[in-house]
């Protein structure tokens, strides 16, 4: 069974361009969350999907926008790219939004702005 | 979300039990109490979950205080690939299954 699955692995970018990352759940879940990671910190969380809604949202501004896909993939989208937002990002699938639900983690996607 | 504290660091031998302890004395009744860990350059993974009573998985224990105040996770014989940042984490059963991560404990583990 594929676990959490995320492309792609690194990723280089410059200031003001615009970014796609994408993941593929864990089969059977439905429910995918995104969360940044900046070097030397816990990751932070961005928004999550649900029933391809996006059902709560972090601290992040509109830059950061995403969507999920009926098979339950999910992209997240970065515009106008700041040299902040060079950080691991992170996708987590889970079975439903509720919070006994354990959430499992991609390996990530490191994105470097210069 | 409440709020969890964990020590920064913590030192272990190779082969030894190894005991993390979070406190999280404004948890309410119907918080999750989670367990993740992050080794070097990976992903967060799942360790252990519990609410009331102390629980056991194959990779680890969690033993949970009677108040709920504070929980303490077991790791019976650390090895080197136990190297890593572990997380306590509550949640809401009634919320979201989002994860608020704090600093978490760096794990260190020596031959």
């Known amino acids: 069974d594929a676990g959490v699955t995320q492309s792609p692995t690194h990723l280089i970018k410059t200031r003001g361009q615009q970014v796609t990352l994408r993941c593929s759940p864990k089969s059977g879940h439905d429910t995918v969350s995104w969360y940044q990671q900046a070097l030397g910190q816990g990751p932070q969380f961005i928004f999550q999907?649900?029933?391809?809604?996006?059902?709560q949202r972090g601290n992040f501004p509109d830059r950061f926008s995403g969507h999920q896909f009926p098979n339950y993939s999910s992209e997240l989208n970065v515009n106008a790219l700041l040299l902040g937002d060079s950080a691991l990002y992170l996708c987590a699938s889970s079975e439903g939004l509720a919070g006994r639900e354990t959430q499992y983690f991609g390996p990530g996607t490191r994105l470097l702005v210069l | 979300d409440a709020k969890t504290t964990q020590p920064n660091s913590m030192e272990s031998n190779e082969e030894e039990p190894v005991h993390l302890p979070c406190n999280h004395s404004?948890?309410?009744?119907?918080?999750?109490i989670h367990w993740y860990r992050q080794l070097p350059s990976q992903g967060p993974e799942y360790v252990i979950h519990?609410?009331?009573s102390n629980v056991n998985n194959r990779m680890a224990s969690l033993a949970i205080a009677e108040d709920r105040k504070s929980s303490t996770l077991i790791l019976h014989r650390a090895t080197l690939r136990d190297a890593a940042v572990y997380y306590c984490?509550?949640?809401?059963?009634?919320?979201?299954?989002?994860?608020?991560f704090g600093k978490g404990t760096m794990l260190l583990v020596s031959p």
């Open positions: 404004t948890i309410s009744g119907t918080d999750y």
């Open positions: 519990g609410l009331t």
């Open positions: 999907y649900y029933e391809e809604e996006e059902r």
């Open positions: 984490i509550l949640t809401m059963n009634s919320g979201y299954s989002t994860l608020t």
